[in-house]
């Protein structure tokens, strides 16, 4: 009966969508992974990653280039416009060379050095298990296949900072130096991060290798959000559905969060569906607003969800201080809660600089607060909090399988004062 009733209601749901007119004319046009056929904005940056990558058109291997930038930058629309144009001239008349592939690998998604390496193999047509072989033996398929098919292999490592930090840098060592193991056959490299101090924690051998080109994009500003937004909403939106103001305060908005174009799409369509679904036939600001709550929520979870697992025991550390009265953690008493979830969970033990610099990392993120206090001739302390709820925190880490068994920890100290 329960369930009868409930199908019922949802056919009504689905009726009544399918009866409103919709206010799209075509809403990808509005997502950020979407690459149109200009760039407003980005100009100087395509023509500089064009010529980097252009010697490939006489066979050689281009140069290896590293891009840095913050979220919603364009980096990746660039690299897959430079790339998608450079294979189409390529099967053009005028240009003679062997194989040339490209391949696109999001290390947020394929996140170990096994996985990435048999995404590539994927590429030149050798198909490896999902696992099951020692990593250094899928990099020997790779360099051989590479090899036998005289393949000039172009790879985009988007976000390889989350790789590095989850997995090491084993794979880039590798990447950088696979052109003097290969008989026939180029590859070259093209990082794209989000973390301009990327750098920090490769070692020095890959950083000369991987760098021999460096490209970083700006945050745009409100006046270029407002034309990437109304080059969108003019294919995305059937004509006049978007009040005066809606364009503008989505650019605002995402102007303030550091330029992030992809914040400022998501905005304009979150808002365009808010209004499609209360059965509205114009944009207001109002659905801008409510977009706004919507995905601040919506970015938050997906934030932490995608944490690396020693960023998130730290942040668990943080947040069980402050559970447990510690309103304001300071940096020792984070690392030594850490220290007992390490000791908890079998992890091997960061120092408590690297500690630090996660703080700073989720610090940079927006998910905690912290700031420097001087303690006069005692010297200076961080002072530490969340800034974000402590029970979205609680629920988006209690997900992760690694953590569930300390779900219900307190730290000593708590202990003690109890």
Do not use: W
């Amino acid at each position: 009966m329960f369930v009868a009733s409930e199908k019922r209601s949802l056919d009504a749901i689905f009726d009544t969508f399918l009866k409103s007119p919709t206010i799209f004319r075509n809403r990808d046009v509005l997502r950020p992974t979407y690459v149109p056929d200009e760039l407003p904005h980005r100009e100087e940056h395509i023509t500089r990653l064009g010529m980097i990558l252009s010697s490939a058109l006489r066979g050689a291997a281009p140069s290896n280039v590293f891009i840095y930038g913050k979220t919603g930058t364009g980096k990746t629309a660039a690299a897959k416009y430079v790339l998608k144009h450079l294979s189409e001239k390529t099967k053009s008349s005028e240009v003679s060379i062997p194989a040339l592939k490209t391949a696109y690998v999001n290390c947020r998604v394929v996140d170990t050095n096994y996985r990435v390496l048999a995404n590539l193999c994927k590429e030149v047509g050798l198909e490896v298990p999902f696992t099951g072989l020692p990593t250094d033996e899928v990099y020997r398929r790779f360099v051989e296949e590479t090899s036998d098919k005289n393949v000039l292999i172009i790879i985009v490592l988007d976000e390889v900072d989350m790789l590095v930090k989850k997995d090491g840098d084993d794979v880039l060592y590798d990447l950088t130096r696979i052109n003097t193991s290969l008989k026939r056959g180029r590859v070259s490299l093209v990082g794209i991060s989000n973390d301009l101090k990327f750098k920090d924690y490769l070692d020095p051998r890959v950083v000369s290798s991987l760098s021999e080109e460096e490209v970083v994009f700006p945050p745009y500003t409100a006046p270029e959000l407002q034309d990437i937004l109304r080059q969108r909403a003019s294919a995305g939106f059937r004509e006049g559905v978007l009040d005066d103001g809606v364009i503008n305060l989505c650019a605002a908005l995402a102007a303030r969060e550091h330029g992030d174009a992809r914040r400022a799409l998501d905005l304009l369509r979150v808002a365009g569906e808010s209004c499609e679904r209360a059965g509205e036939q114009k944009v207001s600001e109002k659905h801008v607003r409510t977009a706004q709550n919507c995905i601040e929520f919506d970015t938050v979870t997906e934030t932490l969800r995608t944490l690396p697992l020693q960023s998130k025991l730290v942040l668990y550390s943080i947040y069980l201080l402050e559970i447990h009265g510690e309103e304001e953690a300071i940096t020792g008493s984070v690392f030594d809660v850490y220290t007992e979830l390490c000791a908890q969970l079998g992890l091997d033990l960061l120092t408590q600089r690297r500690v630090g610099d996660l703080v700073n990392e989720l610090d940079m993120l927006g998910i905690i607060n912290a700031k420097v206090e001087s303690k006069g001739r005692y010297g200076r302390t961080k002072k530490i909090k969340l800034s974000v709820p402590s029970n979205q925190v609680r629920e988006v880490l209690g997900e992760d399988e690694a953590l569930k068994n300390v779900s219900n920890y307190v730290p000593k100290g708590s202990r003690q004062s109890s």
